[in-house]
Structures are given as C-alpha cells and as structure tokens.
C-alpha cells in the first residue's frame, strides 16, 4: 500500500495543489490495534514529496485498517491551517492489479471572507461541503456527515446543523464576536462502511 501525504494542505479547487515543506507530523496505518507502519511527515514541499510517502506491504487476507495523517505548521506568511488531521478507515485485502484504496476528503469553501480568508466578527458564514473520492476507488453513497466547529484552537467544539443540497450539503455557521479563528471538523460514513474524519484548525480567521 502506497498513501502520499504531501497535498494534505490542498483545498478543493482543481488545479490547485496545497503543500508545505515547513510543516512537520506523522503518517501511520494500523491493522485492528496494531500499528503497521509510521513515517514522520517532514520535508514534503513541492520538490521533496517522496520524504512524505508511506509505502508498506500488507497482509493478504480481508482486514480492516485505519490510516492517520497529522501536519502541523507555524509559518510567517499564514496564521491559517496550522493543523490538519485526517483519519480513514477502510477494508482492503490482496488485488490481482493495483487498485485504488476506499479514501475520502471532505472538502469546505466558506462564502463571504475577504482576500485573506477573514470573516467579520458577529456575522453569519454559509459553508458549502462536499466529498471527494479516490479516483477509482470502489463507487460508494455518503451515508451520513457531522461538522463540527471551535473558536477556541480545538478546546471544544460545537455541532453545526447540515443540511443535504443534492449531493452536497450547507451548513451555516454563526462567528464569534471577537478576533479569532474558526476551526472545522467533520467525520462522514459511506455505504460500504468506509469512514474519513477530518479537522483543519485555524480554517479562516474572524477579524
């Protein structure tokens, strides 16, 4: 099994790949409770994404996995994304080809921030969410979706009602009154089983 971390940092415009090679964490898969492999995630800017890539054999049989990926960044040029995490679980067994693995991204695009990805304190945001999938992984529906949203770098977090706009979803979400950051989370379910939980910390900021 192969899984590139280097694009954690991309947001879900086509074209426009998110990296950074300032930003440091790891990369594990584990079968059950066993953790199989970890690399650090270290180094993986535009020209070094090999120094980010987790590559291990797996048994044969039917098994259940989960894979975790965690980058975190204090750059001068952003206060945003400090922190990304994202969790998959997922069934794989041995292929007769190279087949793509059951994994998901959930994807966000505030309406309404300014050039710097800045709400005003007090106002409301609509956040547009959709799911992406490995492209040819195994075709399966979303079966359910949770946001969740913290103005306080993670300390707690608060549902946020979706609601399903054909085969996406909105939320809306009330900012702070304050100066600060919005973080996000969400964890969707599909049909098969498959699972991604995924937080970004510092998604825009208030102010």
């Given amino acids: 099994m192969t899984f590139d971390g280097a694009r954690l940092f991309s947001e879900g415009m086509p074209g426009r790949v998110g990296m950074d090679g300032a930003a440091t964490g790891t990369i594990s898969l584990a079968k059950g409770d066993q953790v199989i492999s970890t690399i650090d995630y270290t180094r993986c800017g535009l020209w070094e994404a090999d120094s980010c890539r987790l590559s291990t054999g797996l048994p044969a049989e039917p098994a259940r996995y989960t894979l975790s990926a965690t980058a975190r960044r204090q750059v001068p040029h952003s206060t945003l994304s400090t922190k990304v995490e994202s969790t998959w679980t997922f069934r794989s067994a041995s292929t007769a080809k190279r087949e793509a693995l059951a994994l998901a991204a959930v994807r966000f695009a505030p309406e309404g921030l300014d050039e710097y990805n800045r709400a005003k304190p007090g106002s409301s945001t609509r956040l ?31 549902d946020i009602r979706v609601r399903a706009k054909g085969s996406d979803w909105t939320a809306q979400m009330t900012n702070p009154r304050t100066v600060g950051f919005v973080s996000l989370r969400a964890t969707s379910t599909d049909t098969a089983g498959n699972t991604v939980s995924q937080t970004i910390h510092h ?4 102010g």
Wanted: charged share 15%; glycine share 6%.
């Fill in 128 to 158: 547009p969410i959709w799911i992406e999938r490995n492209p040819g992984a195994p075709a399966a529906a979303v079966k359910s979706i949770h946001l969740q949203m913290s103005v306080d770098d993670g300390a707690t977090w608060r």
């Fill in 203 to 206: 998604a825009y900021a208030v």
